[in-house]
């Protein structure tokens, strides 16, 4: 509320005016309440600060100034959650918790956390008011918490995955199965989407709520479905294995996804984490074989499984084994051209366990064994943090001294002969920046401007005496500026020595300079230009000035 003390002002003037009786007894009691919101006022006023409500809901793109926003909208719901009013009234907050969140969905419906915490606000508020018992009032901010979810996942975030589980899980919670049903169903019918979490989701939803036989229902449909991809038979294995203790079915499975996805190194090593997982040696080996035979799988795309299987037997086979799936890695890996020249690089892997290497990082960069590593589609090892440390590669390389730049801000305007942009010239010797910072600035002087060529090609044509003249005032002062200048020889026509080209109206005027003589530019002579420049012999004003001296 704006200018809420002109307004409490008008108030009390109306009361006097009817009953100044009343008017005490009612300021009395309105008091209060005026304070409290003078006092919210102004704390609203400071929170809001900022908030550019005008700007258009386009989706996130991480520019600082709508991060800004974003940090100052959240800032002003955290405030309205803080009871600014200090009500006891919990439906009251929460109607103004709901419209700063309104608010904030108006600039930043984009945004899926905003959405999830206007939700997140209700469900708390209506478990709160199911505390104090009453009822009614919960069941209204529960079914509007669900009103929330369905407006944002039927308008700007339609295909926000993170925002329908939460609201199937908010569906679950309050017991509406048919409704999760119908929400998974809604986002598997959309047609340009990865089904592939949802699959997995909605199996663990239907195995919780209807059990294992439900999950094995959606794992078919997933199963079906073309856009499905291989993390679906992974999550239904290990759900098999862990929920109904079955190994079999999980068996079974991964199976039924080898034969769709052989020439999927990351389905592979799954696989291959389970029957490790089992302890069973002899399928794990069998697994191997099976694979790196086949000739489903690229070099390039094998370097990761020849990796675990030469790990697999180093844990649990003999050198001879250890040997001769080395030798058959070598004959592999000697394809891709980035392993060529490398065995050494290769005889690594035999020795290295976890984060432990036989040879010291600057060692490992020298035999090649970081770009061997690099080549892998996936690797399971630290070795970017171990091989390659960012501090020492950071340190090695030069790097500008950043506190030396100047921002790159161009002038709008820059003064003709003046560089654009700040730093572009040298700064000004101690003495002229003083002199600079005394001085008017330019724009106070209009004129007349001097031609600087024309000077500067006089002052370059000057010849200057080797010695200073003797002064020629009688009381012995330094030498005076005219008496200096009466020594120079002005010399500017090169064509005719001895003359000075003078710039007039239209013509030009030539006169013989000696020593003593002084610059005059003119149209017209006069006689001081004959005159010597040695002072009258009865100058009366000098005599006179000499006296005083004495």
């Given at each position: ?5 002109q ?27 005026y ?20 700007s ?7 520019h600082?100034e ?21 009500t006891e009234?919990?439906t ?8 700063a ?5 108006l ?6 956390d905003?959405?999830?915490e ?21 069941k209204?901010f529960?079914?509007?918490?669900a009103a ?13 995955m ?9 569906e ?11 929400i ?7 047609t ?5 979490l949802?699959y ?24 079906e ?13 290990l ?9 079999n ?32 040696d ?18 390039e ?15 649990i ?5 250890i040997?001769?799936?080395?030798k ?10 980035e ?7 290769q005889?690594v ?11 010291t ?6 035999i ?34 950043f506190?030396?730049m ?54 370059s044509?000057i010849?200057?005496p080797?010695t ?12 005076k ?22 710039p ?30 040695a002072?009258?012999?009865n ?12």
């Amino acid at each position: 509320m704006v200018n809420i003390e002109q307004l409490w002002k008008d108030y009390m003037n109306f009361e006097q005016n009817i009953n100044p009786i009343i008017a005490e007894k009612m300021a009395m009691e309105r008091s209060r309440d005026y304070m409290s919101a003078r006092r919210v006022a102004k704390e609203f006023e400071a929170v809001t600060r900022g908030l550019n409500r005008n700007s258009p809901s386009v989706p996130p793109t991480g520019h600082p100034e709508e991060l800004k926003q974003v940090d100052l909208w959240k800032k002003y719901i955290s405030w309205e959650k803080s009871n600014p009013l200090r009500t006891e009234d919990a439906t009251l907050i929460t109607r103004r918790v709901m419209f700063a969140f309104e608010q904030c969905l108006l600039c930043l419906g984009h945004h899926p956390d905003i959405w999830y915490e206007a939700a997140q606000f209700l469900e708390q508020s209506s478990k709160l008011l199911t505390e104090k018992g009453d009822v009614n009032a919960a069941k209204l901010f529960s079914d509007e918490a669900a009103a929330v979810y369905e407006r944002a996942t039927a308008s700007l975030l339609k295909k926000n995955m993170l925002l329908y589980f939460a609201y199937a899980d908010f569906e679950e919670g309050r017991l509406k199965y048919e409704k999760v049903h119908q929400i998974y169903n809604r986002y598997l019918d959309i047609t340009d989407v990865d089904p592939t979490l949802a699959y997995v989701q909605y199996m663990k939803f239907a195995r919780r709520a209807e059990g294992i036989k439900s999950a094995r229902t959606v794992f078919k449909r997933a199963r079906e479905d073309p856009r499905s991809r291989f993390h679906v038979f992974v999550a239904a294995a290990l759900m098999e294995y862990y929920c109904s203790k079955d190994k079999n079915i999980a068996f079974r499975i991964f199976e039924l996804g080898l034969k769709k996805f052989s020439d999927n190194p990351e389905y592979i090593l799954c696989y291959i984490d389970y029957l490790s997982h089992l302890n069973e040696d002899n399928n794990t080996r069998v697994l191997f074989e099976r694979v790196l035979s086949s000739g489903s799988l690229e070099p390039e795309k094998s370097v990761d499984i020849w990796n675990r299987f030469l790990e697999f037997e180093s844990n649990i086979g003999d050198l001879a084994s250890i040997v001769k799936v080395e030798k058959r890695r070598s004959a592999v890996l000697g394809q891709i051209k980035e392993f060529e020249g490398k065995e050494t690089a290769q005889l690594v892997d035999r020795y290295k366990f976890l984060d432990l290497y036989p040879c010291t990082p600057a060692e490992l960069r020298s035999i090649g064994y970081s770009e061997v590593a690099s080549t892998a589609v996936k690797s399971f090892h630290p070795l970017s943090s171990i091989i390659i440390d960012p501090e020492e590669e950071s340190s090695n390389m030069p790097r500008p001294d950043f506190t030396q730049m100047i921002p790159f801000k161009p002038k709008s305007q820059a003064i003709p002969g003046d560089h654009p942009v700040p730093g572009g010239v040298f700064p000004h010797p101690p003495a002229v920046a003083q002199l600079c910072t005394l001085l008017p600035p330019p724009g106070c002087f209009r004129g007349p401007f001097v031609a600087v060529d024309m000077l500067m090609d006089v002052f370059s044509k000057i010849q200057l005496p080797e010695t200073a003249p003797s002064p020629t005032a009688d009381n012995g002062c330094d030498t005076k500026l005219f008496d200096l200048a009466k020594s120079v020889h002005w010399i500017v026509d090169e064509g005719q020595e001895g003359t000075l080209s003078l710039p007039g109206s239209g013509t030009k005027r030539r006169r013989k300079l000696g020593t003593g003589d002084r610059l005059v530019v003119g149209i017209e002579d006069s006689e001081d230009d004959e005159l010597s420049g040695a002072p009258p012999v009865n100058d009366i004003y000098r005599q006179r000035q000499q006296k005083r001296v004495k």
